[in-house]
């Protein structure tokens, strides 16, 4: 233990803006399922850390998965999992917060659970236990999968729920009392344990049914539309606290961004911040493109002022979000910066929305390398997934990047589309050649050449999506695909080829497309050590059937517990035309609203503030954004 406790001490030592609350009413556990250099890296798991301290009565501490040394000490020791900040038992704290943005890591949640002691399936679990909570993106695709070992899922934005969880949970004496309330919220809050499943004899779910009155018969997801301060707003008016409803009106639209200076985590030389969330442009395979919708942003004067506070301590700062470009005022975000001489940089971008002004801010940065997604080498493909631009143009603006002298460019491409042919394979390499043609071009004026780093993916369906209904790829054709591309691109000269293993993908499929069985095979592949073919053997379950079938439109689907919003024959319609490759405009560049439902007249009327945004979003955009549902 003692070996853990000095690792742990180590890294707080290196880290800036970390607290320890004594004495705080409620304790909480805030958990990563990954290792600390990654967890550090996501902003949503900072925000929450961030949300849960800045309320009186609260204490939140980090918790992240052993490293590979780590584990062996505590398995060596039998010491429990313990927290970062104070290094306390998990075990010992009132509510246990897991924050899950990939599907994969639900093993590492269950095995987390292991290690602390706690029971990992919710049924066995007393008065005396912490209450598990889940929240994240994760939760917005497919809780079920982890259903059974959470108390309550978060259906949401942290922002929203994780003062509406704090207050629910102080206002409650008991563990049942809690749920119940939290769960007749209707909007937010999935308590799985209030909620029958049956199915039928294919196998395929029959019905959802709630065990307690006043339970939804699903669960509505909340999203910060209004100010995401104004359940502090709230509380800080019941109690009278004048001083803090002042500082409440003058403070900054929440905006997640990095809040503890962790230099040991990915990305730990930089400052992030969020600047806007969800993507207008509705490419059908897009889990956050849909699950995010209606776009929104972070005004300009909130994320300079951010980013004026954190430049003493770097020069380096990543903007966070879908669609950076698509920001209303994201040329005084960048005048800004370049102002205060900010290396700036973007995880990738969306090919159709480089403009010069970023790029030489880019260049300013020294960036020497930027990510692109054309996402496949045929036109037609691109169509059948709702991204439109063509090869030509594709080439144009790789160009336009390689003439101000960044010469290497990452490709994210995908393999196992719905429809794809072994032609459209063959137009990959076809793009691949052109473009790394034309980077040696421009890198003869540079006196260098560049590198193309095409990033190969097998695609995996998502819940929520209008591909929410194709099975993936099987394995071996997925397999053969994926080296077929590799073998052809690795023998261009000047690329060099990265790419995710088929038996990832369908691992990911498992976890993302799966229903409430698929918790036995992941508590089994966390006992196993990780052994997901051992966990199938021993329960018995077939992948197949949760992965590798086309679904119907009729069949209910596990994650439709959860109402994202979207209408089913808005889904439906958008995978039948991905079918016919006919392509959709993007919300706001439409005059008249495709009923997608995520934007009805009634949620509208109950956040006005995010009608405003949405009014503003689509002038700066494409005027005329949603003019049939706003005037």
């Known amino acids: ?4 406790v000095e690792s742990y001490k180590q890294k707080l030592a290196s880290e800036e803006g970390w607290l320890l609350k004594r004495g705080a009413q409620l304790r909480i556990a805030l958990c990563y399922p990954n290792v600390y250099s990654i967890g550090m890296a996501n902003l949503g798991f900072q925000a929450m850390y961030e949300i849960f301290n800045r309320i009186p009565e609260v204490s939140c501490e980090r918790v992240f998965l052993p490293d590979s040394r780590e584990i062996s000490e505590y398995e060596r020791t039998r010491t429990p999992l313990l927290s970062l900040e104070s290094q306390t038992p998990v075990r010992d704290f009132d509510v246990i917060a897991f924050s899950i943005s990939f599907e994969t890591d639900y093993v590492n949640l269950a095995r987390m659970l292991q290690l602390s002691g706690v029971p990992v399936w919710a049924k066995d679990r007393t008065a005396y236990d912490p209450l598990i909570v889940m929240g994240g993106a994760a939760s917005f695709l497919n809780p079920e999968p982890i259903a059974e070992f959470t108390d309550v899922i978060g259906v949401g934005e942290g922002e929203i729920l994780g003062p509406k969880l704090i207050d629910t949970l102080l206002e409650n004496e008991t563990r049942e009392g809690t749920l119940l309330a939290l769960a007749r919220q209707g909007r937010g809050f999935y308590v799985p344990s209030l909620y029958h499943v049956s199915y039928k004899d294919d196998g395929t779910i029959e019905a959802y049914t709630a065990t307690e009155e006043g339970v939804p018969a699903r669960v509505g997801r909340a999203v910060s539309a209004e100010s995401p301060k104004e359940g502090s707003l709230r509380r800080a008016i019941r109690r009278g606290e004048t001083e803090i409803v002042a500082q409440l009106k003058r403070d900054e639209v929440f905006a997640p961004s990095t809040t503890i200076w962790a230099p040991q985590a990915e990305m730990g030389d930089r400052f992030l911040i969020e600047i806007s969330r969800g993507c207008s442009q509705g490419c059908r395979f897009c889990w956050a493109g849909y699950n995010y919708w209606p776009p929104r942003v972070v005004p300009a004067r909130d994320i300079l002022a951010k980013a ?20 209303p005022e994201i040329s005084e975000i960048l005048q800004g910066l370049r102002a205060m001489d900010y290396r700036i940089s973007v995880s990738s971008l969306r090919l159709d929305q480089i403009s010069e002004e970023l790029l030489d801010a880019l260049v300013e940065s020294r960036d020497q390398q930027i990510a692109v997604a054309p996402e496949t080498g045929s036109d037609r493909l691109r169509r059948v997934i709702n991204k439109n631009l063509t090869n030509d143009e594709i080439v144009d603006i790789c160009g336009a990047v390689f003439d101000r002298g960044m010469l290497t460019v990452k490709l994210y491409m995908m393999v196992g589309l719905p429809t794809e042919t072994d032609e459209d394979l063959a137009e990959m390499i076809t793009l691949v050649e052109r473009i790394k043609d034309r980077m040696l071009e421009a890198g003869k004026r540079f006196g260098r ?11 995996v369906p998502k819940p929520n999506t209008p591909f929410q209904w194709e099975p993936i790829c099987s394995e071996k054709e997925l397999k053969r695909r994926l080296k077929w591309v590799s073998k052809n691109l690795a023998r261009i000269p000047n690329v060099e080829v990265r790419a995710m293993s088929a038996r990832i993908a369908h691992e990911q499929a498992l976890f993302s497309s799966g229903d409430r069985r698929i918790a036995r095979v992941i508590e089994a592949t966390a006992r196993l050590k990780g052994d997901l073919n051992a966990a199938l053997r021993e329960t018995q379950i077939d992948p197949a059937f949760h992965t590798s079938r086309r679904r119907t439109y009729d069949e209910i689907l596990p994650w439709e517990i959860v109402n994202s919003g979207l209408s089913r024959e808005f889904m439906q319609r958008e995978d039948e035309r991905a079918h016919e490759a006919r392509s959709t405009a993007p919300c706001p560049s439409v005059n008249q609203c495709t009923r997608c439902g995520v934007c ?32």
């Not at 233990?1 to 853990?4: D, E, P, S």
């Not at 050449?449 to 695609?459: E, F, M, Y």
């Not at 503003?616 to 549902?629: D, E, M, N, R």
């Open 308 to 327: 004026a506070e954190w430049r003493g301590k770097t020069d380096k700062i990543g903007l966070v979000s879908t669609a950076v470009c698509d920001h």
């Open 449 to 459: 050449a560049g590198k193309i780093i095409p990033s190969l993916n097998g695609l």
């Open 600 to 631: 009805p007249t009634t949620w509208l009327a109950e956040a006005p503030a995010a009608l405003v945004q949405l009014k503003a979003f689509a002038t700066a955009v494409q005027p005329g954004l949603i003019a049939s549902l706003v005037n």
């Open 1 to 4: 233990m003692k070996t853990i």
